[in-house]
Nanobody
Framework: QAQLAESGGGLVQAGGSLTLTCAVS????????MGWFRQAAGNEREFVAS????????QYADSVKGRFTISRDNAKNTVYLQMNRLKPEDSAVYYC?????????????????WGQGTQVTVSS
């Protein structure tokens, strides 16, 4: 079983930056596909980004491409989401997700391990 813990959320002005961190325990990070999702109030959970086991391959939702960067440090068992040029529509609870295997999924059901989430609020 993998345990995931997000941190780094907060309140930021539009155009600003935040870095989210996901600390993984209970499993070796290098054995997991990792992803970030977000869920705004009243909306379904949506895909943000994913990264393969080695960190070489990444995928992004069109809405964040060019602004967000997902990365991982397997030695530190930590995954990051660098968010730049934030917009009010980026406001949501952000969740870290993990899955065994090699397929980088974009659906929430593709991931079996989830953190509790961290709130990101972007003011206009």
């Amino acid at each position: 079983q993998a345990q995931l813990a997000e941190s780094g959320g907060g309140l930021v002005q539009a155009g600003g930056s935040l870095t989210l961190t996901c600390a993984v325990s209970g499993r070796t990070l290098g054995s997991l596909i990792m992803g970030w999702f977000r869920q705004a109030a009243g909306n379904e959970r949506e895909f943000v980004a994913s990264i393969n086991r080695s960190g070489v391959n990444t995928q992004y939702a069109d809405s964040v491409k060019g602004r967000f960067t997902i990365s991982r440090d397997n030695a530190k068992n930590t995954v990051y989401l660098q968010m730049n040029r934030l917009k009010p529509e980026d406001s949501a609870v952000y969740y870290c997700a993990a899955e065994d295997g090699y397929r980088m999924g974009w659906r929430a059901l593709d991931y079996g391990y989830w953190g509790q989430g961290t709130q990101v609020t972007v003011s206009s």
